[in-house]
Every structure is written in structure tokens, then in C-alpha cells.
């Protein structure tokens, strides 16, 4: 494949481990509203909140019931840590131009990566930042557009089968880890690998196979 120009990375399971957190902060809210969390956990995956919300509970106002999950996400924020191998990912891409592309809010991401002792980006598009969610292309787009790269020099890595569409939909070459999903689910993916420390020697093979080719 071709060196990639940037990567564009997702943030939830893939550079955070937020996977506990917000199965219990949902299913909470869910049980809350006589809801079944199991049917809300399966619409949840990389999407954003407002478009989870707008799925189960059309009926009830939006911004009263995302300030509750962002209250009950506040009780746990210190048990979320980075995915094993985010933080050396994150150090080879230094000379790289990168982004994240995610479905979390500003607030939530930039706490966790404080946190975490993960960098922000220069670039970082977040769930206020656009108007359709995954799996709509529109965040990858907007990512490659800002940092100057066209979406088919990009590779994107992604956990989540929304995503994996999305980076595919914006012409992106998807590398999948399958920390929250199996291969076969992230089957349309260009790569899957079972660790970032894969993804980190993928994405390195192909820079050192294109320098000798040159």
C-alpha cells in the first residue's frame, strides 16, 4: 500500500479505554427510562449521543438527557485509561501529520486525554463538529481537508464497523483494531490487527517499503 500521508485516528477503542464506562453509563440511563439496555447498547458503538438519542427516545428532549449521561459519565471519568499502546502510537506519529476524528464531545475527549497524559492534536474533530455522525463520512473529510492531506493519502484506524464505513465512504485506507469488535465485523476494513502495536508496525512497514522503493 501507500506510505499514508496522515492518519486519522478514532478515539473511543481505539486511543481510550472507554468501553466499561459507557456500557454502565447507559445502561443505567436506560434502565432509568424503563428502556432495555441491552437494545440501547447495540446502537451505541462510534456514534455520537445526540444521534443514539434521537434513535431510542425521540419523544424526550435531547439536551435534558444528554446532560444526564454527561453527569453520569462525570461519576466514572477516572476509570477510563488509554488502550494498551496508544501513547508510543502516538509518539511515532510525531513527525506525521495526524488527527482524531471521534464521536465524543469536546469536553469529554480533552479531559480523558489530559488525564491519560495522551497529546491533542492540532486537528480534532468532534461530535459538535459536524452535522451528521458516523457512519457518515463528513468528520474524515473535514479532518483531511484541515490538515491539507486528500482522504485517499489518509489512513484511518478505527474499532467500530460506523467508523470503519465512514473512513471508507470519505476514501480513506482503514486499518481496524479489534478491540471492540471481532475481524469479521470489521471485515470491510483494509487490515485488522489485534493491538496497536500492530496497527504502529503496519503503518510503519509501509512508510520504510515506499522510501526503499524510492
Keep these: 500500500m501507500r506510505a499514508p500521508a496522515a492518519v486519522l485516528f478514532d478515539v473511543d477503542g481505539v486511543l ?7 456500557r454502565q453509563v447507559w445502561s443505567c440511563w436506560a434502565v432509568g427510562h424503563g428502556l432495555d439496555p441491552q437494545r440501547v447498547l447495540a446502537r451505541t458503538a ?13 419523544h424526550l428532549d435531547p439536551t435534558v438527557e444528554r446532560q444526564a449521561l454527561d453527569a453520569l459519565t462525570r461519576q466514572r471519568m477516572v476509570e477510563v485509561r488509554p488502550v ?51 457512519p ?15 482522504p485517499e493519502h489518509c489512513v484511518v484506524v478505527e474499532d467500530a464497523p460506523d467508523g470503519v464505513r465512514a473512513a471508507k465512504d470519505a476514501g480513506c485506507t482503514v486499518f481496524a483494531v479489534t478491540t471492540t469488535h471481532t475481524p469479521a465485523q470489521l471485515a470491510v476494513a483494509d487490515a485488522c490487527a489485534p493491538t496497536l502495536a500492530v496497527v504502529r508496525e503496519l503503518l510503519w512497514t509501509a512508510r520504510d517499503e515506499e522510501a526503499m522503493d524510492d
Design 16 to 22: 481510550l479505554d472507554t468501553g466499561d464506562l459507557f
Design 46 to 58: 462510534g456514534r455520537r449521543t445526540a444521534d443514539v438519542l434521537a434513535e431510542v427516545t425521540p
Design 84 to 134: 494498551p499502546g496508544a501513547a508510543p502510537l502516538l509518539r511515532a506519529c510525531r513527525h506525521l501529520p495526524w488527527a482524531i476524528v471521534t464521536s465524543g464531545s469536546r469536553w469529554f475527549v480533552g479531559e480523558c486525554f489530559r488525564a491519560a497524559g495522551l497529546p491533542l492534536p492540532a486537528v480534532a474533530v468532534y461530535d459538535e463538529d459536524v452535522q451528521d455522525g458516523k
Design 136 to 150: 457518515s463520512p463528513e468528520g474524515y473529510l473535514h479532518a483531511a481537508r484541515r490538515l491539507g492531506v486528500a
